[in-house]
């Protein structure tokens, strides 16, 4: 049967669930249902996607009459269009801009009853029936009526002039009730039944006066004949579905009348059909009976419907059927809800965070549905527990800096990112990479600095860093530690302090600076020479110094370069020469605090000239002082010349002793 097969093509409701590729993510749209019944104000929702979840898609709208939703929900009227039309455009927009149209293809179900203003049936020669039947409708949106009888079969049938004519071949060799379906096929479709009964000969036996006239009747037909000579009979009686008796009347040629009632012995096998189309929640119910159930709309004589409004399921009954209906209860929105910023989570062991997921359908209300969730985050260091929809989270400690987190339902999606921060400052932690530098200025001792909370992670800060000696460089690195360089120029062993702070958090460290292994100086300088009062002579000096650091100890090495005004003569007394006095000074020397005392043996070479050399042991007592940048020294040398006298030349002065006084400026090379 052709209505029949209609009805099995949509017995479910479905969803439309597809998805769209473009350049970047795949986008769908899901409408809540597809199979529209024009008797009620029917409508549907039509969700956005992104990736299979509810996505606010910007400008989302659609070619029926529609009202926004929310972002990326709208809800439609199709059947606010006339004619309804068979598919629905969508239009949206994805992240780069870019308009994405989408049509969905969806179902009606317009099957209005149009009842025939005539209908007659006529039996043909060969036991077929001609019904004929005319109707009064606009036919400008009908490009095809399709013909189906229930229980017989339709032979043929043709339209013409808004009459339309069937031939139609009896199933059953009992009477019975029958229809035949008119589905007018266009842009609305319309329905219409022609209800009819088929009848049945039954032939009646019998014997009387010979010309006697007998007459049968029905509830609907009557048939007469007459007795042979014999005085026998049979005559056809017509019957309806519903004749219960047939009554038999005979006169005889006199006149005279005798009457019969025969009992019809034929089981009623009319029952009243029912067909309906079935979709999921709501079902249309096409019937040739009175229906009495109230539950039902009655939409026509013939036509019955029921919708379930709200989300659940319902048994119905109609008649001797039974209808299980069962509503989709579609989800709208899903929100998540904190009593904290959402934004931020701190890792510190003890900052307990929790959720609480809620959905709500489409018709606003709340529903318990049990929401799934998804986190990112290292196993080790956190913890996560959850009551029905309600979720803690607690992070021990940091594991990069974010946490993402997805509550999700079917096509419902909230996705959380939370910047993951430390707790509060509690200890500075200080990782050098070794405990001592030597004082060169060049040697540097690398130190990690970081604020760090109760369980490890690095709070970024600044940090103040100070010493009491040498110098600081720092360098903040994008990890939030403090990467300081340490270094000094000393010449002394000392222990300096290096202080690390925030706030009234302190740390504390104190390498060793080792003196400089070597170094060289130069000294200009003025000195004064004194020959114990004998003479008095200011003088020009330059140091040169080297020094090497041994077992804790330097030793230096020093060349004093200086004009010192001698007199020598001849042995005959008639030249007095002056000469350039050069002298070595090896010296070892002892420190306290950063000064330094040197005590030095003099070994002197001076009174250079052509052939004479005096040799001159003596003390040098020197002291030096840093001030600041500033490094000057004081030096006094006492030394004595030994009187001699060699080839042609002596001293004048016999056994000449000599103080020098010098104060210089140090530049270390």
């Known amino acids: 049967m052709i209505f029949v097969l209609f009805i099995l093509l949509y017995i479910n409701i479905q969803t439309n669930y597809e998805n769209i590729q473009t350049s970047n993510d795949k986008y769908d749209v899901l409408i809540t249902q597809k199979n529209f019944v024009c008797w009620e104000n029917d409508f549907a929702y039509a969700f956005c996607l992104k990736n299979g979840f509810n996505f606010p898609c910007s400008d989302f709208s659609a070619d029926v009459p529609y009202e926004t939703f929310s972002r990326g929900i709208l809800k439609i009227y199709p059947l606010r269009l006339t004619p309804p039309p068979s598919s629905i455009n969508f239009s949206f927009k994805d992240i780069d801009g870019t308009e994405i149209r989408k049509e969905i293809n969806i179902n009606y179900y317009c099957f209005y009853e149009i009842k025939p203003h005539i209908v007659e049936i006529k039996e043909q020669d060969d036991g077929t029936l001609k019904i004929t039947s005319r109707f009064h409708i606009d036919y400008t949106h009908v490009k095809q009526i399709k013909a189906e009888s229930m229980y017989g079969k339709v032979i043929t049938s043709s339209f013409e002039n808004e009459v339309f004519s069937i031939i139609y071949k009896r199933r059953f060799n009992y009477p019975y009730r029958d229809v035949i379906f008119l589905n007018f096929v266009g842009d609305v479709n319309f329905l219409s039944y022609i209800y009819f009964p088929v009848h049945s000969f039954v032939q009646v036996p019998g014997e009387t006066e010979p010309f006697s006239k007998i007459r049968a009747k029905t509830k609907y037909a009557s048939s007469s004949t007459s007795a042979g000579p014999d005085g026998k009979f049979i005559i056809d009686v017509k019957i309806f579905p519903g004749d219960k008796y047939i009554n038999i009347d005979i006169i005889d040629k006199f006149g005279n009348k005798t009457s019969e009632r025969i009992k019809l012995d034929y089981s009623d096998k009319t029952t009243d059909f029912i067909e309906d189309i079935y979709l999921g ?3 249309v119910i096409f019937t040739n009976r009175k229906a009495q159930e109230e539950q039902f709309t009655k939409i026509s004589d013939h036509i019955y419907f029921f919708s379930l409004q709200k989300p659940g ?11 299980i209906l069962s ?47 998804e986190y990112k985050y290292d196993e080790k260091y956190i913890e996560f527990e959850r009551e029905r929809n309600k979720f803690y989270f607690l992070l021990k400690k940091k594991s990069g800096d974010k ?14 990112e939370l910047l993951v921060l430390p707790g509060l400052p509690d200890k500075i932690v200080i990782f050098p990479d070794k405990s001592y530098v ?12 970081s604020l760090q909370d109760r369980v490890g992670n690095i709070v970024p800060s600044d940090i103040d860093v100070s010493t009491d000696f040498g110098n600081i460089y720092r360098i903040s690195k994008e990890s939030g530690e403090l990467e300081v360089f340490y270094s000094a120029d000393s010449k002394i062993d000392v222990k300096p302090r290096i202080l690390f702070k925030y706030g009234n958090i302190e740390q504390e460290f104190s390498p060793y600076v080792f003196a400089k292994r070597q170094f060289f100086e130069l000294s200009p300088a003025i000195g004064v020479l004194n020959n114990f009062g004998k003479l008095l002579i200011p003088t020009p000096v330059l140091r040169i110094s080297y020094a090497r650091l041994i077992s804790g100890r330097y030793f230096f090495s020093s060349i004093f370069l200086g004009y010192f005004y001698s007199k020598i ?20 020397d002892m420190r306290f605090g950063a000064n330094v005392i040197f005590f030095s043996r003099l070994a002197k070479f001076g009174d250079i000239s052509e052939d004479i050399i005096g040799i001159a042991p003596g003390v040098n007592l020197g002291y030096s002082t840093r001030l600041s940048k500033l490094n000057f020294f004081f030096d006094v040398l006492l030394f004595f010349p030994e009187a001699y006298q060699k080839g042609q030349f002596i001293t004048v002065e016999g056994s000449f002793e000599r103080l020098l006084f010098i104060i210089g400026y140090v530049f270390e090379l």
């Open 327 to 373: 509503k989709r209860n579609f989800p709208a929105f899903l929100s998540v809800y904190s009593d904290f910023n959402q934004r931020e989570i701190f890792a510190d062991g003890t900052s307990v965070i929790n959720f609480l997921v809620k959905i709500t359908d489409i018709y606003m209300n709340e529903v318990d549905w049990t929401v799934n969730v």
């Open 569 to 588: 003569q001849d042995v005959s007394f008639n030249t007095v020469y002056s000469i350039l006095d050069l002298s070595l000074n090896l010296m070892w």
């Open 281 to 283: 929640d709501k079902v």
């Open 403 to 416: 946490l993402n987190i997805s509550f999700y339902y079917e096509f419902l999606r909230y996705d959380l």
């Open 313 to 323: 399921i319902l048994s119905l009954t109609f008649g001797d059927r039974k209808y």
């Open 438 to 449: 030597y004082g060169d200025g060049k040697d540097k001792i690398k130190i990690l600095v």
